[in-house]
């Protein structure tokens, strides 16, 4: 009889163990669902994204023992890292710290793989990661890629150095969760910043542009443009030149950044269009109408016709170098090319792309309307001069050939009154010799 009510209470036991861990797996089930909905709220709500990096941890951290997380975009481009958030329990990196992408290490595994990497401190003391984690291995580490419409924005880690368990599947699923929400933001974050920076330049070369319809005087028009440039575009420096049929076959007509004395040093060196085509053919396109010449392909230009920037060169690939040059063609309505808009100096610091250098070929195309519509302005009002000299020649000629005809009859009319008086006189009077003198006067008149 003890036996069996020992086996009861024991069974009974059993049962409220089972019981309570399914509430409390029902609890925990509840709080990540509210956790969850929670990360999803803040990710649309907070603007300011160091808050909203320190509020997802907080959010992870009531889950997950997360004492350390680790939120990086990165730069294809310049194979580079940028830390936006940084709390580890054992060392802190700043936020916006850079650092290059290096192949094989941690990060570079999550970026090619696009996948979840879990790991222990046993693997990772195998491929010696001691330094990223300020010689101490955790324990556990995570590593998530930030995917946002196809593309990988970057890495959030996560890391403990205490525990003997690693995630578990339903801790990664949180953090996968987290990770995807966070890259949404920062993707959407990236297009708006996009958008309003090349909105803003488009805009304001637009506006200068349009400025320049009203200006009579050319060279105003060609110091307006380059003046627009330098202030609303990515660049510091430009050179506007148009092409022309004799030496040095082009002319410049536009500058900004670069001394006067250096520009008409320039003026004296042969650019033509050939010259610019065989450049266009070698360098790199980037837009419609674009070509960007790296450093590594000075070769290819002109010496005596660049001016190289000056500045400390960079340590990442996919920057601009002081010895990069950019070149946009400016094109009539018939697609030929008037003349080139040189520029570098690129205030972001970065190499340019399609979208960065859309905002300038837009300018480009403007420019090379407006400069189009100003020589046709030129060309007509020389013309309407020519028009209006002829018209005067003209107009001479019809009133001297007037004054000329009633000229020739007044002469007409004494040269008859002289031939009539000779008549009156004998063969020997002494005015038939005045007579003739005055006949031979009037011939002579005639004749003008």
């Known amino acids: ?10 069974q009974f036991r059993q049962r409220v163990s089972t019981l309570e861990n399914d509430l409390a797996q029902q609890r925990y089930s509840e709080a990540v669902a509210h956790s969850l909905f929670a990360i999803a709220d803040v990710t649309k709500e907070v603007r300011n994204h160091n808050e ?36 580890d329990e054992i060392g802190t990196m700043d936020s916006d710290a850079e650092i290059a992408l290096e192949a094989g290490s941690l990060f570079d595994k999550v970026l090619c793989s696009k996948e979840c990497i879990v790991m222990n401190a046993k693997e990772l003391g195998c491929e010696n990661h001691q330094a990223f984690f300020h010689g101490e291995i955790p324990a556990h580490w995570v590593g998530l890629p930030l995917k946002y419409d196809n593309e990988t924005l970057g890495v959030m880690t996560a890391h403990r150095h205490t525990g003997t368990d690693s995630f578990t599947v339903m801790e990664r699923d949180i953090l996968t969760f987290a990770a995807d929400q966070l890259a949404a933001a920062i993707g959407r974050k990236r297009a708006d910043e996009q958008v309003k920076r ?57 500058f900004g950044g670069i001394d006067e004395a250096t520009v008409d040093r320039l003026r004296d060196v042969e650019m033509s269009r050939p010259m610019y085509d065989r450049v266009f053919e070698i360098g790199n396109k ?53 003349g080139i808009i ?42 309407e001069i020519q028009l209006q000299q002829a018209k ?8 001297a050939g007037g004054i000329a005809h009633d000229f020739n009859n007044i002469l007409m009319g004494v040269f008859g009154n002289l031939s009539l008086a000779a008549l009156e006189l004998n063969q020997d009077h002494p005015a038939r010799s005045l007579i003739s003198a005055a006949e031979t006067s009037l011939e002579t008149a005639k004749s003008l």
Request: glycine share 4%.
């Open 286 to 338: 980037v837009g419609q109408f674009s070509y960007y010449i790296p450093h590594t392909m000075k070769h290819i230009l002109n010496q005596d016709a660049t001016v190289y920037g000056t500045g400390q060169a960079p340590s990442f690939a996919g920057r601009w170098h002081p010895e990069d040059n950019l070149f946009v063609r400016m094109n009539d309505q018939y697609g030929e090319c008037i």
């Open 198 to 254: 090349l909105s803003s330049q488009t805009e304001q070369l637009s506006l200068a542009a349009a400025s320049m319809l009203s200006i009579s005087e050319k060279q105003k028009v060609f110091d307006t443009i380059s003046t627009a440039i330098v202030e609303h575009s990515d660049f510091g420096r430009v050179l506007i030149s148009l092409f022309k049929d004799t030496y040095p076959y082009r002319d410049i007509i536009g």
């Open 392 to 399: 005067r020649i003209e107009s001479i000629g019809v009133l």
């Open 342 to 383: 040189s520029v570098d100096s690129a205030k972001s610091g970065m190499a340019p792309s399609d979208e960065t250098v859309r905002p300038l070929e837009i300018f480009a195309s403007l420019i090379a309307h407006i400069i189009t519509l100003k020589r046709e302005q030129e060309e007509r009002h020389n013309i």
């Open 52 to 87: 909203l990096y320190k509020r997802i941890h907080e959010l992870l951290h009531k889950l997950i023992d997360l004492p350390s997380v680790c939120i990086t975009t990165v730069n294809k481009i310049s194979k580079t890292l940028t830390f936006l958030y940084c709390v």
């Open 1 to 10: 009889m003890e036996m069996d009510d020992h086996q009861t209470i024991e």
